[in-house]
């Protein structure tokens, strides 16, 4: 269903009639206009439901329409009336569905009832819930628990995650990997050592006072579209937003609101970013160093520039940090930014003068091997003037999936430094394990060597969204048992290890009716703010389990029986799981249930919004950064450092459809954009096509070909491609420092004709 390839740059800003378009045309795809449409308008609302999408905040005066294009591409992904029914898994060999797209695996439909993989026939086939349970409750209580891993990908609820946690503890292992692995792990290792919390401090009010934000690395426009509404009111009201970025984003640039009848009449658009700064990749601790050192030396002339007070009050290591800004040359900056130092000091000039600063960042800094370095540069910024925990500022990191933030809240987690596991012993009466856990990095690695045996997916795509995905996938096989839990197919579940299952799961708009009745759940936004989410549509199958539900009958068939632990009561009255979950974390969590429908959600609280800082020193930590440049490998001649990326079109490794419609690409993913300087350089035109090669001197052939040159805005030595497709590029090794997240946004890579 792709139309003829197609570059045209798009005129259009981000949201406008663009993006009403788009939504028009995904619902009819999906097969389901009517029922997405009424749902639609509950998304996001008080007592609808979460939107299955980002995990921006959702307000508590919510629009009409509370939703944006990709919000709506992802409802309707999940309500669409296709289906990938039994009939489908025994009409098709595994073999086969392997070699479609990841886009015609998904577009098959919902999953329907519970699969076991057959080998003689290499199928898929049908299978009664209760088999299902048993047997993968045989095969891991015949398992070594250090040799499984229970992997978590974001969207589930609070509720279900904090069970899955518990079954994974009582199992007798904390192999606890979460997306956040692979996204911001680096936040919660950075900001934790820095300020105390894993998390931003910024609320959504905090918008409405800010006189100036600073955006790194996120791209607003599709990957957090709602999060436009905010800007353009921060910018309507005189904020200045400065962005940098190596691609021109368009929701960065420019905006019209869907939901202003004026605007969209008349095509008026509000100019997002004032100053837009093109930062090479990996340059942007260089970038923020400038500006820090802009902002010390402006100080050292008057005096009245720093936050003084704010320093000597709540901050350790100043001097060190500012004796490092100052002894950093502006041509040491400019080499590792790209960027003219005029530029920078541009930008620092507008930091020196707002009072109140909000940091907003993405993937573009998380994903570097040295991305701690990057958020910890963001960190030493706004704590030069007193831009934490103050109202209208703040440090702002934008969560992925819908829940992935709450899921480390409520106990996914490899570390068990992180979690209460003494209150957890004494609450359920087990031994829970003390040891480390492995992280997404450690599991591939554990795949490859031999020593995991089994994977148990809750949701996600583990396999096509890891680095090394060319190494991993023929390891994969090698495994004793894999179990996905999941609402569509995917290329992850086709890679089946010996004994493998399928288990199809109700979506979060869908009634979930339990034995004391309807169901709702719970996630935590980007801003700490805790929402309940009650689903209504009619269960894509009636043979469809809650997450939940599926969570408890594997822990029941695999676990000796608790009586503090009633899996099947808390599966019949969710309130009951609220209930242990505020008994373990009360602090965050007191009067859960009461509070479970607060509208904007009810915030769990940030020490470091009071300045209260829970760090080594018990201050905010000044950090000095040992390098200027986050890539982690020197430049070389004809060396480009790969950067990958979304497109609009899709959610992770889900392809909804083939528009980047912002990058002008349409009917192919194929694609390498590059700068027409770095086309001139090695003598490429529009239109050829090449292969990316990845240098990193371990002996692997890592190899990605068929990509179209297709020119476009980047600073010279910097190129892009899509993620999953570009995974198999990225080493297994290649991850930030410390916090072990892929450096999907630096690969060191060189271009090669085909
Ligand atoms: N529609 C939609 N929404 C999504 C997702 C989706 O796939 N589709 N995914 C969800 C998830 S899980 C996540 S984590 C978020 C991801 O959302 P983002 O954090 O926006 O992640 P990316 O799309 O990977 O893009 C990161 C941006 O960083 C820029 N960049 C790359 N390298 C650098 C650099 O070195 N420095 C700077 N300053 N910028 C750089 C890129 O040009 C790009 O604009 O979105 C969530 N929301
Ligand atoms: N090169 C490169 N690699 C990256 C990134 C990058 O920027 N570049 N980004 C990384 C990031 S930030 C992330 S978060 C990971 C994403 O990694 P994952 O979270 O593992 O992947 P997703 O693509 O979000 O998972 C999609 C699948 O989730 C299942 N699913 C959808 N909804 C539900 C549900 O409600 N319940 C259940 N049980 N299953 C559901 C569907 O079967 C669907 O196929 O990828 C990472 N990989
Ligand atoms: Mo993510």
């Known amino acids: 269903m792709t139309s003829k390839p197609d570059f045209t740059p798009y005129a259009g800003p981000a949201g406008g009639w663009g993006s009403l378009r788009s939504v028009a045309e995904i619902l009819p795809r999906e097969g389901n206009v009517v029922n997405v449409s009424r749902e639609l308008l509950r998304q996001n609302k008080t007592d609808g439901f979460a939107c299955v999408s980002c995990a921006w905040a959702k307000p508590a005066n919510a629009h009409p329409a509370e939703f944006c294009e990709n919000g709506a591409k992802a409802t309707a992904w999940e309500l669409t009336s296709h289906r990938a029914d039994g009939k489908f898994f025994t009409g098709h060999k595994v073999a086969d569905l392997l070699g479609w797209r990841d886009y015609d695996l998904e577009q098959q439909g919902r999953l329907t009832e519970p699969l076991r993989y057959h080998a003689a026939s290499d199928r898929y086939l049908p299978i009664p819930w209760a088999t299902a349970f048993a047997e993968i409750g045989a095969e891991l209580n015949m398992l070594d628990p250090q040799s499984v891993v229970f992997y978590a990908s974001g969207r589930a609820s609070l509720e279900t995650s904090y069970m899955y946690g518990l079954l994974a503890r009582m199992y007798g292992n904390n192999n606890l990997p979460d997306s956040s692995n692979m996204c911001h792990e680096t936040t919660s290792v950075a900001l934790k050592t820095r300020i105390g919390v894993p998390v931003g401090t910024t609320k959504l009010e905090d918008f409405e006072h800010c006189d100036a934000i ?136 507008v930091y020196a003068s707002a009072k109140r600063v909000i940091g907003i960042y993405g993937m573009g800094l998380t994903q570097h091997v040295h991305g701690i370095e990057n958020v910890e540069m963001i960190v030493n910024l706004l704590l030069l003037r007193g831009n934490i925990g103050r109202e209208g500022a703040g440090v ?84 004793r048992l894999t179990v996905h839990v999941a609402t569509k197919l995917n290329r992850g579940h086709l890679v089946p290890g010996e004994v493998s299952y399928i288990l199809p799961c109700l979506g979060r708009t869908e009634k979930d009716v339990q034995a004391t009745g309807p169901q709702s759940v719970s996630v935590e936004d980007s801003t700490s703010c805790i929402h309940g989410s009650v689903g209504e549509r009619e269960p894509a199958s009636p043979h469809l389990l809650s997450e939940a539900a599926i969570v408890a009958g594997i822990a029941e068939a695999t676990l000796t029986p608790n009586p503090k632990l009633p899996w099947a009561e808390w599966v019949g009255d969710y309130s009951k799981v609220r209930d242990a979950i505020a008994e373990t974390y009360p602090h965050f969590f007191a009067d859960f ?128 491609t899509y993620y999953p497709e570009a995974n198999v590029l990225i080493p297994l090794a290649h991850h930030a420092e410390q916090s072990f997240v892929l450096a999907a946004k630096s690969v060191p890579v060189r271009i090669e004709r085909e």
């Open 396 to 479: 702002c990191p934008v969560r992925g999936h819908s829940n992935v933030q709450g899921q480390r809240t409520v106990g996914i987690s490899e570390k068990p430094e992180l979690v209460p596991l003494d209150k957890l012993k004494t609450q359920f009466g087990f031994e829970p394990p003390r040891t480390k856990g492995l992280n997404t990095v450690e599991a591939c690695e554990g795949v490859l060597d031999g020593s995991v045996k089994a994977f148990i997916g809750l949701g996600g795509n583990f396999l096509r969204a890891v680095p090394d995905s060319g190494q991993v996938e023929p390891a994969w096989r090698k495994q």
């Open 214 to 349: 600073f955006f790194f690395g996120q791209n607003v426009g599709s990957n957090a579209p709602r999060l436009l509404h905010p800007l353009r009111s921060a910018v309507k009201r005189g904020c200045t937003i400065v962005t940098f970025n190596p691609l021109v984003e368009r929701g960065l640039e420019r905006f019209t609101d869907p939901q202003n009848p004026f605007e969209m009449a008349t095509r008026g658009e509000t100019r997002i970013s004032a100053q837009y700064h093109q930062v090479r990749a990996g340059g942007d601790i260089a970038v923020l160093m400038g500006m820090c050192k802009y902002t010390i030396e402006a100080d050292d002339r008057t005096g009245d520039v720093l936050d003084h007070e704010f320093i000597a009050e709540h901050c350790h290591g100043f001097d060190d940090f500012a004796a490092a800004a100052r002894a950093t040359t502006w041509e040491s900056i400019e080499a590792a930014s790209g960027l003219p130092a005029d530029d920078i000091r541009a930008a620092a000039e």
């Open 593 to 720: 249930n009461a509070k479970l429908f607060t509208p904007g959600g009810f915030y769990k609280g940030n020490k470091a919004r009071d300045r209260h800082f829970e760090t080594a020193s018990g201050k905010a930590e000044f950090a000095v950064p040992k390098m200027l440049d986050a890539a982690g490998f020197a430049d070389a001649p004809g060396l480009m450092r790969l950067i990958t990326l979304r497109s609009n079109d899709q959610f992770n490794t889900t392809v909804y459809g083939y528009y980047d419609r912002f990058r002008g690409v349409k009917g192919t993913r194929d694609v390498l954009f590059i700068s027409p300087a770095d086309m001139a350089v090695h003598g490429l035109k529009e239109g050829d096509i090449v292969s990316l090669r990845t240098e990193y001197g371990d002996g692997v052939e890592r190899r990605l070909g068929g990509l179209r040159v297709t020119p476009y805005s980047l600073p010279t030595g910097c190129i892009g």
